[in-house]
């Protein structure tokens, strides 16, 4: 759902906070950029946005590449368990999650190459 601050997904419980392997393959993607990027007053957002064609590839053990339309990898990175990253949220209790609750995985570390987009 998209709202005037920002998207809001809904997402399965997942029943581990392992990646599940039968997600691996390649995708289809779209990748978004913001030149300039800035917030002014009112929290109003300017810069030049643009969006690229990519193909995102998962493997069975959650590694990570998103290449552009040329070929060049973008990203490069491993899915880590939300639950295993306290440094975005802090404690389980600051989130307000159970040690049952598996949220999305992020990607860690992050590396991009924005030359390529």
């Not at 957002?45 to 998962?58: C, D, Q, R």
């Given at each position: 759902?998209?709202?005037?601050?920002?998207?809001?997904?809904?997402?399965?419980?997942?029943t581990?906070?392992n990646?599940?392997?039968?997600?691996a393959?390649?995708?289809?993607?779209?990748?978004?950029?913001?030149?300039?990027?800035?917030?002014?007053?009112?929290?109003l957002?300017?810069?030049?946005?643009?969006?690229?064609?990519?193909?995102?590839?998962?493997t069975?053990?959650?590694?990570?590449?998103?290449?552009?339309a040329?070929?060049?990898?973008?990203?490069?990175?491993?899915?880590?368990?939300?639950?295993?990253?306290?440094y975005l949220?802090g404690?389980?209790?600051?989130?307000?999650i159970?040690?049952?609750?598996?949220?999305?995985?992020?990607?860690?570390?992050?590396?991009?190459n924005?030359t390529s987009?």
């Open positions: 759902m998209d709202t005037p601050n920002g998207a809001i997904l809904g997402l399965k419980k997942a581990s906070k990646f599940d392997p039968s997600f393959g390649t995708y289809k993607a779209i990748l978004y950029e913001k030149t300039g990027a800035s917030t002014g007053q009112g929290n957002e300017t810069g030049t946005p643009s969006l690229a064609k990519a193909t995102l590839v998962i069975s053990t959650g590694q990570v590449t998103v290449r552009d040329q070929n060049n990898t973008v990203v490069q990175a491993v899915l880590t368990p939300i639950a295993d990253t306290s949220y404690s389980p209790q600051q989130l307000q159970r040690a049952t609750d598996y949220l999305p995985f992020v990607l860690q570390p992050p590396i991009l924005k987009l």
